[in-house]
């Protein structure tokens, strides 16, 4: 009688006896080895670092960094430390027989839009050997109110960690649009402001580190819905928006504005960059992050605007730069694609006018391109001029 080669039952003890080249399994040995998959599949993707040797130096993950964005050196100085120092904290916190408690250095990143925040974001997440999520804070509401709670960023992070809670507990999260809930002026809000500083009131207790009730679908929460607890205190968080607006307010307390009828400001410093470079706390809450929150992002880093010459190098130089895509698109129907120097500098000049940065070079070299993709098999081969 056929019997299961793995557990020995018979045909007539189990429901179904699936034969092989030269065996039987029975559902029960396939359900069990299903769930032995699950299980290393789970555990696999983000080994344990056991020691600092094991590290990406902040050097080495500044390096990595360089090959897909350009520019903004300060911003990935800054970012391959926090993310060092946080592979680093993971490993203390290990420690049982630990004097000093190291704290997290949260960061927030500020910039222009299109100058690579959420590019920056993106590239390191492939770099890291934890769970890395990207959120939007324009979703969030306060509490009872239509939108998402604070607490759906973490279902975000679960979600990545495959619902594995200790894994998740090690993460990065990256908060995108962070502007997007300041409040309207720098004194308290006389009305109930729910998606501004009660979306700032509700993040305090993240990104201090605490004990979190997490719906594991994510949104909104109701009484009878399970949910997942999810300690906070190792999660290290990335905030970046465009702070519309950001440069006035530094001139202004720098006492750089014109006076009068004069239109020129009284000294050299109010070049833009130079302008960033004098960001602080202070600012911030006068654009409207309350003091609270402010006080959980330690490091405050800063994107300069892109300049011409910095454009045309994000056209042309990292692995995954826009003239190497479209040129694959073309490869893939056998033409060949050759952008000349003139062509570049044209994208460029007409991507400036519109004031998007570096995201509106796709869009500019889409409506170049748009006709050759229409009557795309005519040529063999396309150069632009």
């Known amino acids: 009688m056929n019997e299961c080669s793995f557990c020995g039952r018979k045909k007539n003890e189990v429901q179904m006896l699936i034969s092989g080249q030269s065996g039987f399994i029975c559902e029960n040995c396939i359900e069990q080895a299903h769930g032995m998959l699950k299980d290393s599949t789970k555990n696999a993707g983000y080994s344990p670092i056991e020691n600092v040797s094991e590290i990406k130096k902040p050097k080495e993950i500044k390096k990595f960094l360089d090959q897909y964005v350009i520019g903004q050196d300060q911003a990935k100085k800054q970012l391959s430390i926090a993310v060092y120092n946080h592979y680093k904290r993971l490993l203390h916190a290990r420690d049982e027989n630990r004097e000093v408690e190291i704290e997290k250095s949260n960061i927030i990143m500020i910039g222009e839009t299109g100058t690579g925040k959420t590019l920056l974001a993106k590239t390191i997440a492939k770099e890291l050997n934890v769970p890395f999520c990207i959120v939007d804070a324009t979703i969030l509401t306060e509490a009872g109110y239509v939108g998402e709670d604070v607490e759906s960023i973490l279902s975000r992070l679960l979600m990545v960690a495959d619902y ?103 000294d050299n410093i109010g070049e833009d960059e130079d302008v960033l470079k004098q960001i602080n706390a202070m600012d911030l809450r006068s654009f409207g992050l309350i003091p609270e929150l402010l006080g959980r992002f330690p490091v405050i880093t800063y994107l300069d605007q892109l300049t011409k010459e910095a454009m045309i190098r994000i056209m042309k130089e990292p692995k995954n730069s826009i003239i190497n895509q479209f040129v694959e698109l073309f490869r893939m129907d056998g033409i060949k694609l050759v952008f000349t120097d003139a062509a570049v500098e044209k994208i460029v000049d007409e991507t400036v006018e519109k004031g998007l940065g570096a995201r509106g070079l796709r869009g500019t070299t889409e409506k170049v391109l748009e006709n050759y993709m229409f009557s795309i098999g005519e040529e063999k081969e396309i150069t632009l001029t």
Request: aromatic residues 4%; hydrophobic residues 35%; positive net charge.
């Open 164 to 266: 594995n809670v200790e894994k998740a507990e090690k993460g990065i999260v990256f908060i995108d649009e962070i502007d997007k809930i300041a409040r309207k002026s720098d004194n308290p809000s006389i009305t109930r402001d729910v998606s501004g500083e009660g979306v700032q009131q509700g993040l305090l207790k993240l990104l201090e580190g605490s004990i979190v009730n997490v719906p594991p679908q994510g949104g909104r929460k109701h009484p009878d819905q399970k949910y997942i607890q999810v300690n906070t205190q190792n999660i290290l968080f990335i905030a970046g928006g465009a702070f519309d607006g950001i440069k006035q307010i530094i001139e202004k307390r720098l006492n750089k504005h014109a006076i009068g009828f004069r239109t020129e400001k009284h």
